[in-house]
C-alpha cells in the first residue's frame, strides 16, 4: 500500500460571473489627474493575446466620466435634414437587422507622445489607445434610410449623453458605408466605459469620432466644428495652419514582445511578436528589424486576417545575447508603408500632437532588458 | 466620392417614403427643442438671450476661474486667452483668441460642457455673458458689445481661416 498523498482541498463553486485568476494583474494604466473624469487609460497591449481586446481592458478616453444610463429610458433621436425624423428605443434598434464586425478601435492622440524627445516606455504608454472588439450593432444606413435623408443631407452630427454631451461632425459617407449604431462588443452589452447602451461605430476612423452614449444624430448639409473637430483633434502644421477631419488613422504597429519593460531571460529562441492595423482595410504585411532598420524581415501574419482589425504577427527570432534594435512595419493593402517618426516630423512638424503611426524603436540589452530606444 | 455620395443620399431620400421596418416615432418640435440646442458655426441655432462683458466679469469669477485663472490664462483647465501669432511658431499656444475659428462654437461648448464639474448650470443669458467676457480678454468685442444669436455669428475670429482639410497620405517612407 502506497502512503496517502496530502488530502487536496476543493476548488471554488459554481457562480454567476467569472473573475480571471488571481495570478493575471494585466491592468490598464492611467495618469494622475486633477480631473479624471477627463482623460485617458492604456490598454496593456504586451499583455495582450491573439486580436481581441478584452473589454475590461479597452482602453477609454473620457471627456466628462462614464455616465451610467438605463437602457429603458435611453433614446435616440434622428431629425434635422431627414424626412421622418424618430425616436428610437434600444429594444426598437435591437429589433433591426443587425451585424457582428472584428474592428480595431484608436484614440486621434494614442502615441501623442511619441512626437517628442521623450517616448513612451513600454507598449502600453507608446500605444496603448488602441484596442480591438468584435462590434454588435443596427448598420447606421437602414436607420437613416428609415429617416429618409433629404437632399443635400451630408453631415451628422452625433451627440453624446455624458455630462458633457460630446458632440462631433460624422460625413454622411462614413453612414452610408460602414457606420454602425453598435450595442455589442465581445459577446456582451457595450461597457459603460464603451458607451453602454449605444454609440457610433465607424470602423479605421479616429475614436473621438465615435460617440459614445449616443443620443442624437443631427442631419445637416454641413460639418459644425464643434470643439473636439477644431480645438482638439486637429493636427497644426509648421505654417500655423490646423488640418481638420483627420479622420482615417493610418497604418500602424508595435512588436509587443520584446517591448519596453521586459526582460528577456538569456539567449536562445524567442516568438518576437506585435500587432499592426490600418484604418484603410487590410494588413498586406509586417515586417521587422532586428538591426535599427538596417535590414527587414516579413513577419507571419495570423489569420484570420480582417480590414481595419487588428493583426497579430510572430516572427521566430534566435537572440544571440548582443545588443539589439528591434521594431515593426506595417504595409497595408493600399500600399500605404508606416513611415519613420523623421520622416514624419518632416512632413508634419512638432507641432501637430495627433495620429502619430510612427515605426515604434525598442533596443534589447546585452543583460536581456528591454526598452524604448531613445531610454 | 462626392457624386457618390450625393447619388446615394437622393437614392434614400426616394426609398424613404415608406417605413420599412416601422420602428420608432415622430417626435414633437417641443421634445426635439427639449435635447438642447445644436449650434451651426455661422450662429444658427443658438437661443435667445444676450449678455455683454460686463455681466460676464463676475460670473466668470465665480463659475470659471477656479480652472481656467483668474483672466482665463489657464490653471487647471487651458488657457483661454492669449497665444496670437504664436500658432506657426516652436511653442504654439491654442487658446479661444488665438485656435478657435467660429465664436458660436464657444457659446455651444461651454453650454454643453461648462463649467466642467457642473456642465448645464449656466443659463443661456449666463452663457452668453461669459463668452462674451472670453471673447473681450482676447480683444476680439469691445466690453459692452451685446451677444446674442445675431451678434455672435457675426463676431470674426482671429483664426477663421486657419483650418485645412486632409492632405494624407502626406508622408514619404524610405
Given amino acids: 500500500m502506497g502512503r496517502a498523498e496530502e488530502a487536496r482541498t476543493l476548488g471554488k463553486p459554481l457562480s454567476g460571473y467569472t473573475e480571471r485568476s488571481v495570478y493575471v494583474k494585466a491592468e490598464r494604466a492611467t495618469r494622475q489627474s486633477k480631473t479624471p473624469e477627463a482623460g485617458s487609460s492604456a490598454t496593456p497591449l504586451a499583455d495582450m493575446m491573439g486580436i481581441i481586446t478584452p473589454s475590461a481592458l479597452h482602453y477609454e478616453r473620457h471627456h466628462a466620466g462614464v455616465p451610467t444610463i438605463d437602457p429603458e429610458q435611453h433614446r435616440l433621436t434622428v431629425h434635422g435634414m431627414v424626412e421622418r425624423p424618430l425616436v428610437l428605443t434600444m429594444a426598437e434598434i435591437q429589433r433591426m437587422p443587425s451585424v457582428s464586425r472584428i474592428a480595431f478601435l484608436e484614440c486621434g492622440g494614442n502615441s501623442g507622445g511619441e512626437w517628442g524627445a521623450l517616448t513612451g516606455p513600454t507598449a502600453q504608454r507608446a500605444c496603448g489607445l488602441a484596442s480591438c472588439s468584435e462590434w454588435t450593432g443596427v448598420p447606421l444606413r437602414l436607420v437613416l434610410e428609415e429617416c429618409g435623408l433629404k437632399p443635400g443631407a451630408a453631415w451628422l452630427i452625433a451627440e453624446g449623453a455624458d455630462a458633457c454631451r460630446m458632440q462631433r461632425s460624422v460625413p454622411v459617407e462614413a453612414a452610408l458605408g460602414e457606420a454602425l449604431l453598435a450595442y455589442g462588443q465581445n459577446g456582451e452589452p457595450l461597457r459603460p466605459s464603451q458607451g453602454f447602451p449605444l454609440r457610433l461605430l465607424t470602423p479605421g476612423w479616429e475614436g473621438n469620432l465615435q460617440v459614445k452614449w449616443l443620443r442624437r444624430l443631427l442631419v445637416t448639409d454641413q460639418p459644425y466644428m464643434t470643439r473636439d473637430e477644431t480645438s482638439k483633434y486637429s493636427d497644426l502644421m509648421p505654417d500655423g495652419k490646423a488640418r481638420i477631419f483627420t479622420l482615417m488613422m493610418e497604418a500602424k504597429s508595435v512588436v509587443t514582445f520584446p517591448s519596453g519593460g521586459q526582460r528577456l531571460p538569456g539567449r536562445g529562441l524567442y516568438e518576437l511578436t506585435g500587432l499592426a492595423w490600418s484604418g484603410q482595410g487590410l494588413i498586406e504585411r509586417v515586417e521587422v528589424t532586428l538591426d535599427g532598420g538596417r535590414s527587414w524581415q516579413a513577419a507571419v501574419l495570423q489569420e484570420p486576417r480582417l480590414p481595419k482589425a487588428f493583426t497579430r504577427f510572430r516572427l521566430a527570432w534566435q537572440w544571440d545575447g548582443k545588443p539589439a534594435v528591434i521594431a515593426s512595419r506595417a504595409v497595408d493593402e493600399t500600399g500605404y508603408v508606416q513611415p519613420g517618426k523623421e520622416e514624419l516630423i518632416a512632413a508634419r512638424g512638432l507641432n501637430s500632437g495627433y495620429h502619430f503611426n510612427g515605426i515604434k524603436l525598442w533596443k534589447v540589452a546585452a543583460d536581456g532588458s528591454v526598452a524604448n530606444a531613445d531610454a | ?174
Fill in chain 2, 1 to 174: 466620392m462626392r457624386t457618390l455620395s450625393v447619388a446615394l443620399v437622393f437614392a434614400l431620400g426616394l426609398c424613404a417614403q415608406t417605413s420599412r421596418y416601422g420602428v420608432g416615432r415622430v417626435p414633437g418640435a417641443e421634445e426635439i427643442r427639449g435635447l438642447g440646442p445644436t449650434v451651426a458655426p455661422d450662429g444658427t441655432g443658438l437661443p435667445e438671450g444676450s449678455a455683454t462683458a460686463v455681466e460676464g466679469r463676475e460670473l466668470f469669477a465665480q463659475k470659471c476661474a477656479k480652472c481656467h485663472g483668474e483672466k482665463a490664462e489657464g490653471d487647471v483647465g487651458p488657457a483661454l486667452v492669449g497665444g496670437q501669432g504664436t500658432l506657426a511658431t516652436p511653442k504654439p499656444r491654442k487658446t479661444v483668441g488665438s485656435f478657435w475659428p467660429h465664436a458660436p462654437v464657444v457659446w455651444d461648448y461651454v453650454h454643453r460642457a461648462m463649467p466642467f464639474n457642473q456642465p448645464g448650470v449656466l443659463s443661456h443669458r449666463e452663457v452668453y455673458a461669459v463668452v462674451a467676457y472670453v471673447l473681450f480678454l482676447n480683444g476680439i468685442i469691445g466690453e459692452k458689445d451685446v451677444m446674442d444669436a445675431k451678434s455672435l455669428g457675426k463676431v470674426r475670429m482671429p483664426n477663421r481661416d486657419g483650418f485645412v482639410p486632409d492632405p494624407r497620405p502626406d508622408v514619404k517612407s524610405k
